[in-house]
């Protein structure tokens, strides 16, 4: 059982109260150290500050999967990752709304030369059924920006309307990095980052993708790496406006 209470960006760039209770059952099968099957039924209802948050009682079936076939959880060298979500909501489960999201990616690791690594990422997503008339209260939609994603955005602002994150039903992305040591318990890293964001599936295409670039240096803990990268976007975003590097920080590598 959970009670929740967290901010909601809304038109304007303002902050919108969200609360939300409910429950859930989930269930994971263990394959070994690290791979999983996780499985759920999920019930909640929101409570906001606009009347249509008040109304949206959701119940979902997730299934999260995780294959890790890599050398290190936290320091992958060489291997592979594979990852998968599925989630009914709605429909014969009932609630007020109903839709299907599938969300896959592949993570591949290759030492190219001793601590040198080559990293690779590519994730797809896709929502079906979402109705226009939905009020994204928890960003249910995909999203882009930040320090998990497209590195040379601000968090979750790759799209965006009156300075507030604009998500979308379809989402591509891409990630390439290599890591390399620096000195003591340093490392460094060049990448590039690429995605779009689109509501049609007609509109897919690699000519939508928009890049970003940059380096980072990471703290390598024994517990895991804390980064800070900095990104800026390989091509213009807006008119007139010139774009500028980002900072962001994260625990852990991106992927």
Do not use: C
Not at 29 to 54: A, C, P, R, T, V
Not at 72 to 86: A, Q, S
Not at 96 to 110: E, H
Request: hydrophobic share 40%; charged share 25%; glycine share 12%.
């Amino acid at each position: 059982f959970f009670y929740e209470t967290f901010t909601n960006l809304v038109q304007g760039g303002t902050e919108s109260p969200v609360m939300r209770y409910g429950m859930q059952v989930t269930s994971r099968k263990m394959f070994d150290n690290y791979s999983f099957l996780e499985s759920g039924l999920h019930w909640e209802q929101f409570i906001g500050s606009k009347q249509d948050q008040n109304d949206i009682e959701q119940r979902s079936f997730r299934i999260i999967g995780l294959l890790d076939r890599s050398d290190d959880p936290l320091f992958p060298g060489m291997g592979y990752k594979i990852t998968g979500e599925v989630n009914q909501t709605g429909g014969f489960l009932g609630g007020a709304r109903t839709f299907f999201k599938v969300d896959i990616g592949v993570n591949q690791y290759l030492r190219v030369f001793k601590k040198i690594v080559f990293a690779a990422r590519v994730k797809y997503g896709s929502i079906f059924g979402w109705e226009e008339s939905y009020s994204d209260v928890q960003y249910e939609k995909f999203y882009l920006g930040g320090s998990s994603s497209l590195r040379g955005w601000d968090m979750l602002k790759f799209e965006q309307e009156d300075d507030s994150p604009m998500g979308k039903v379809i989402r591509l992305m891409m990630n390439w990095e290599v890591r390399f040591p620096l000195f003591w318990i340093f490392g460094g890293e060049l990448f590039i980052d690429g995605g779009y964001l689109t509501d049609s599936f007609g509109n897919q295409s690699m000519d939508r993708m928009k890049w970003d670039g940059g380096f980072g240096i990471s703290l390598l803990t024994p517990i895991i790496p804390f980064r800070i990268d900095f990104a800026i976007p390989l091509e213009e975003t807006q008119a007139d406006t010139k774009n500028k590097w980002k900072i962001q920080l994260g625990a852990g590598y991106i992927f």
